[in-house]
């Protein structure tokens, strides 16, 4: 069992650049969520993702983020239009179903905006 | 809007030394989770606490849950160097549990001096 993958763990982008961040969840997993941690700070939920289905995306900004969970492949957290303030790590769990059984977290993507 | 406190958020003690780190949440919840997280790397799933009573011990790492009280307690009996990390408490945002991703406290940095 490889657990939850991050790729890449790190990722530099120029301000106005995309970001794309992939999260292959624990094998037989079918929930995923992303999250942010910005330096010094606690995990902020972004959203929550079931196989081609979104079920909560109120932690996740507005404008220029998106999350997918395609029926095959990882999952894709996409930046388009990076800017300074989205320099951060973000992480992403996988679960079986719910949290009864806890959440297994990946090792991150550490993005710089530059 | 769910908050969940941590504290002390820095915390330096000597070896041999018993010390707890408490997590107070705002609203109901069933589940409360405690992750240690090493400098750079991801989130190590050390409890997860169920119930109202729960008690958990790894080590030299005990967690506890009143839920009636809204807090959780780590204690740490006896600490060495290598539980030096930063320690994360988080609660299921959603009142009941379910599978809508956690809401974390801001961490606590523990070091622990020879």
């Known amino acids: 069992n490889a657990g939850v993958m991050q790729n890449p763990r790190h990722l530099v982008r120029r301000r106005g650049q995309e970001a794309r961040l992939r999260c292959s969840p624990v094998k037989g997993h079918s929930h995923v969520y992303w999250y942010r941690q910005l330096p010094e700070e606690g995990l902020k939920f972004m959203v929550y993702?079931?196989?081609?289905?979104?079920?909560?995306e109120s932690g996740m900004p507005k404008e220029r983020f998106s999350a997918e969970f395609p029926k095959e492949g990882p999952s894709i957290l996409r930046i388009q239009q990076v800017v300074r303030g989205d320099s951060a790590a973000y992480f992403c769990?996988?679960?079986?179903?719910?949290?009864?059984?806890?959440?297994?977290f990946g090792s991150g993507t550490r993005l710089t905006v530059v | 809007e769910l908050k969940v406190e941590q504290n002390p958020l820095f915390l330096s003690m000597q070896e041999g030394k018993n010390y707890t780190i408490y997590c107070n949440y705002s609203t109901t919840s069933d589940r409360l989770y405690w992750y240690r997280q090493d400098p750079g790397k991801s989130l190590e799933s050390l409890f997860v606490?169920?119930?109202?009573?729960a008690v958990k011990q790894e080590g030299r790492l005990m967690a506890s849950l009143d839920t009636k009280a809204r807090l959780s307690t780590l204690h740490i009996t006896a600490a060495v160097h290598d539980l030096s990390a930063t320690y994360f408490c988080a609660v299921d945002s959603k009142p009941g549990g379910g599978a809508d991703g956690l809401t974390f406290g801001k961490g606590t940095h523990l070091i622990i001096q020879p």
């Open positions: 606490l169920l119930s109202n009573g």
């Open positions: 769990a996988s679960s079986p179903s719910g949290g009864f059984y806890g959440y297994t």
């Open positions: 993702l079931q196989k081609e289905n979104i079920i909560d």
